[in-house]
């Protein structure tokens, strides 16, 4: 029997919504959620679709978020099939987007779908938050939703996001948390000259090199139950004119924080530039705080999943908070508890990107019997 969520997904996956273009996926999301009763609303900005969709104004409020853009496909002579041409083989389903995330968007809509076919009078409230500016700049996404409903006092009890969570097997793990970023552009000051007369000037290189040598091995904290020990690393150096003679003026440093909820961005900050100090540079420093880190301990959203996750794929699944970031970094500041839930990441983002076919309607069957447990019972 044809199966409604590998249906919807194709049809998606067709669309070539690659960021920050929607390319027709919300429309066709939007014709689905209407015929269900859900109230639409669009909050674009800047050229980027963006999504609200809300059936019930009750309590608790239960999201499901995500993005319809795709990063670009690379060379299209690599993929063994056109990558918005979505086609199965051997098990798989292939496409660009099959893993990130359009397979996750149609189990979401199948599993409203269900649910309120079976529950057409449930308590609480249902809604879809979802953007075509993940993959990019995600300056005018869901960022834009959230300040549009923070400024109304909207608040979000629950949320799933699908972003591509499992490893090896659908539902083997799911995100409980993300670490915050925070990068920054360090600039040690220095004196340029001649190298043949290194005594009339300063070089940045060698002041900085034993401050990195402390940054590299400081231990920033060690880290809690949920999350490893925040780290730093360096991701770029420059200095120098490109000449072999001559003492450059300044380098510069660009540097990253993934950092756990042990620590702060303030406190990171502060910690990083006593230790510049101890060393004497002449140094300023511009932050970049792209994401704080958040954190759904074990309470109703973490049990509810753990054991619809027991129930239809018949294992455990590990709460994890590894990876980059993803759009909770925005959605954190207006919801109480949040998972990411989807299929394996394996593909996601390559050639030849493809999801299991048999993963599909269990993952709907997951987001489903997730609703009943908190809206049921």
Request: net charge negative; glycine share 10%.
């Amino acid at each position: 029997m044809p199966d409604p969520t590998l249906d919807l997904a194709r049809q998606i996956m067709s669309c070539p919504s690659v960021t920050p273009d929607d390319a027709g996926c919300m429309e066709i999301i939007t014709g689905r959620l209407q015929a269900l009763g859900f109230s639409i609303e669009t909050i674009n900005r800047n050229g980027v679709t963006n999504l609200w969709a809300r059936r019930g104004e009750t309590a608790p409020l239960f999201v499901f978020a995500g993005h319809t853009d795709v990063v670009p496909t690379g060379p299209l002579e690599k993929w063994s099939s056109p990558p918005f041409a979505p086609e199965i083989r051997d098990g798989m389903l292939y496409g660009r987007g099959a893993a990130d995330m359009k397979s996750s968007i149609a189990a979401a809509v199948t599993a409203v779908e269900a649910f309120v076919a079976a529950h057409p009078d449930h308590p609480g409230s249902l809604a879809f938050l979802l953007t075509s500016d993940e993959e990019g700049d995600a300056t005018d996404g869901t960022v834009a939703v959230v300040e549009a409903l923070k400024a109304r006092g909207q608040h979000l009890d629950y949320c799933i996001i699908g972003e591509p969570t499992s490893v090896d097997t659908l539902g083997d793990m799911i995100k409980n948390g993300r670490r915050g970023s925070l990068s920054g552009v360090l600039t040690v000051k220095g004196i340029q000259c001649h190298i043949a007369y290194p005594e009339k000037g300063r070089n940045p290189i060698h002041q900085a090199a034993p401050a990195l040598a402390e940054l590299a091995a400081t231990e920033w904290d060690q880290g809690n139950e949920y999350f490893p020990p925040t780290t730093w690393q360096i991701s770029n150096i420059h200095g120098g004119t490109g000449a072999t003679n001559v003492v450059p003026g300044h380098v510069e440093i660009k540097f990253n924080f993934r950092f756990a909820t042990a620590s702060t961005p303030e406190g990171l900050q502060q910690r990083l530039c006593t230790i510049l100090d101890r060393h004497g540079l002449d140094y300023e420093i511009k932050w970049t705080l792209g994401a704080r880190p958040f954190l759904t301990g074990r309470g109703p959203l973490a049990d509810a999943a753990t054991a619809a996750i027991r129930e239809v794929c018949g294992i455990e699944t590990e709460l994890s908070t590894t990876g980059g970031t993803s759009d909770g970094r925005f959605i954190t500041e207006i919801c109480s508890q949040m998972l990411e839930i989807g299929p394996s990441n394996n593909t996601s983002h390559k050639i030849d990107e493809c999801i299991a076919v048999d993963a599909l309607p269990k993952l709907s069957a997951i987001y489903h019997r997730i609703l009943e447990q908190i809206l049921l019972k």
